[in-house]
């Protein structure tokens, strides 16, 4: 009859599990994706490094510029989809309840059309709860988004988008309205 002993792997993920905890009151949905987490956020983000400043869990092929100036409500974790674009060096804040589409993208500042290296100066990009932006979608700077929207995939928002709505297009406008967030 065998003993079963921990691999050090194994020694390693139980000594981790204070963490996960933490990550369960942080993203709520986390239950029974601990493996996934381990081989897609926490390696390259924390030991790799891969957008290592990010408080929150990121894609290792999702980007995120100037994550300090990024200030995220509970359930928001944007990046976590692959492939995403966060840049926000005007800044970007962001409501409860963001869901981001792969490959989706939020701008917060342009450059300079007459000098590449001088970023333009604009309002931070203002997302609010129960958002959804699909998939390839981009968020512009300067751009206000209301509670309870949802941003069709392949769009570009480049004006605020009103409370309880659709948006889709490039560029986006609102083509109809939403009913109240249910989840």
């Known amino acids: 009859m065998e003993i079963w002993q921990e691999t050090r792997l194994q020694k390693v993920l139980n000594k981790l599990d204070f ?3 933490g990550l369960r009151l942080f993203y709520p949905k986390f239950k029974g994706m601990k493996n996934y987490y381990l081989m897609f956020f926490f390696f390259p983000q924390k030991i790799l490094r891969i957008n290592g400043n990010c408080k929150w869990p990121v894609h290792f092929t999702s980007r995120v510029l100037f994550s300090k100036r990024i200030k995220t409500g509970i359930n928001s ?3 976590l989809s692959n492939g995403c674009y966060i840049q926000a060096k005007n800044g970007i804040i962001i409501g409860n309840n963001l869901r981001m589409g792969p490959g989706a993208g939020i701008i917060s500042a ?3 059309p007459d000098n590449y290296d001088q970023w ?4 931070p990009v203002i997302i609010g709860n129960n958002v959804w932006i699909g998939m390839n979608a981009i968020i512009l700077p ?3 988004i ?3 929207v949802i941003i069709a995939a392949n769009s570009v928002v480049n004006k605020d988008i009103p409370a309880n709505s659709v948006a889709a297009g490039n560029p986006a406008a609102v083509i109809k309205e939403k009913e109240p967030y249910g989840g």
Not at 120 to 123: A, F, G, Q, V
């Open 110 to 112: 342009n450059h300079n």
């Open 146 to 148: 209301g509670d309870n």
């Open 19 to 21: 963490f996960f905890i």
């Open 142 to 144: 300067g751009v206000k």
């Open 77 to 79: 974790a944007p990046g």
């Open 120 to 123: 333009i100066k604009s309002d």
